[in-house]
């Protein structure tokens, strides 16, 4: 049957809201190729991401055509050797994987932190000392965000490049003054775009060459690196700026839809599902819950049943994808808690649209689900 409440509903621009900056686009005729909207979204986004982290200095950024493609240009633009090892969390969007090895690298594929669910300085510090390892892509998995300090810190000390993969950790990520961040603006993430994304750093080498790299590798009318065509068309700048101007609007109904599951999943379901520990995000992304002694697929079809899209975010595991498999090495003699996390999580309905009597639904329907599967 299909789901009456689907899992992901996007919170985009109206016309209306798109038509100045459409507008504005056809009286200069510029459509791509680093234009004025595109431009002036790199500049929104940057004041955005200062104001947040309060450090000195400048921040780099250069927008993309997908969260994905920044990824790989940030990759090629970190100067790593060829067929570089770059050490990424099993538990993780498959785009974080397949990103490394169009790159022309090797994913290292290690487990993951039990409470946070995210691959931390100490678990990438243990893994450096045991085998080679070239760089390290830590990923802020549904949407909290990352500890540049600590992850700046960690690269200080061991000498190893970091890039953070933080695609729906808009715009709580901070950019390390040595760890460069990856942001995704895909129409389901908080800042939803329709597709997009972008790299922004504060080596600013780093967005330059991405930035190249980004335009076939055109520097000054000649291609010295062989690159790709991953630029931010004007026509997604002009909903990237949209967003902008209503985001205030996009984070106050996605925090009331936090605090009602916060609510209401304490109430009906109280030691039943197991969250993500950590500082929830400002403008939260997903709702994720894991289900122990139960598999997450036997409970969503119980949920399906009864009218509630759900999902097996980031399942399988990176380890258990056999097309990333295949061209990875897995870290480790077991990932136990990637592995649990791959048989657990569920995703619940979570989109700006909901209401406390959807939210009430969900949990309810849940708790049924769940005994029903446990039977």
């Given amino acids: 049957m299909n789901a009456a409440l689907p899992c992901l509903v996007p919170d985009m621009p109206s016309v209306l809201e798109l038509q100045p900056y459409l507008r ?15 431009q002036k979204f790199e500049s929104r986004l940057t004041r955005v991401l200062r104001r947040r982290d309060r ?21 090629g633009a970190m100067n790593l050797p060829p067929k570089g090892r770059v050490l990424v969390p099993a538990v993780a969007l498959p785009a974080t994987a397949t990103a490394v090895i169009r790159a022309g690298f090797v994913p290292l594929v290690c487990d993951v932190d039990p409470q946070h669910w995210v691959l931390t300085p100490e678990i990438a510090e243990k893994h450096i000392g045991k085998t080679r390892v070239d760089a390290v892509l ?13 992850w700046d810190e960690f690269s200080a000390r061991t000498g190893m490049p970091v890039l953070i993969d933080a695609g729906a950790a808009y715009p709580d990520q901070t950019v390390g003054d040595r760890c460069p961040v990856v942001f995704s603006f895909h129409a389901t993430k908080v800042l939803g775009i329709g597709e997009g994304g972008a790299l922004a750093a504060r080596d600013l080498q780093i967005t330059t060459r991405a930035k190249c790299l980004s335009n076939f590798g055109f520097t000054e009318g000649e291609v010295l690196v062989p690159g790709t065509n991953a630029k931010l068309s004007e026509y997604h700048a002009a909903v990237g700026l949209a967003q902008l101007d209503r985001w205030a609007g996009i984070v106050q109904r996605r925090q009331a839809v936090w605090r009602l599951y916060d609510e209401i999943l304490h109430e009906v379901l109280p030691e039943q599902v197991v969250r993500q520990a950590g500082k929830p995000s400002s403008a939260p992304s ?20 009864r009218g509630i899209q759900g999902r097996q975010w980031y399942c399988p595991a990176l380890h258990l994808q056999p097309g990333i498999r295949d061209h990875a090495e897995i870290v480790g003699d077991q990932l136990p808690h990637a592995d649990f996390l791959s048989e657990h999580i ?10 406390r009597e959807d939210v009430s639904a969900v949990t309810r329907k849940l708790a049924a689900a769940i005994e029903d599967a446990a039977q």
């Fill in 24 to 38: 504005s686009m056809d009286q200069v005729a510029w459509y791509t190729n680093f234009g004025p909207l595109a």
């Fill in 55 to 75: 450090r000195t200095g400048s921040i780099g950024i250069c927008t993309t055509s997908s969260g994905t493609m920044a990824l790989e240009l940030a990759l």
């Fill in 138 to 150: 830590p990923v802020a998995a549904f949407g909290p965000s990352l500890d540049s300090r600590a």
């Fill in 286 to 305: 997903l709702m994720v819950v894991a289900i122990p002694g139960l598999p997450a697929a036997r409970v969503l079809d119980r949920l399906e049943m």
């Fill in 346 to 355: 569920i995703g619940l309905p979570f989109h700006s649209r909901m209401t």
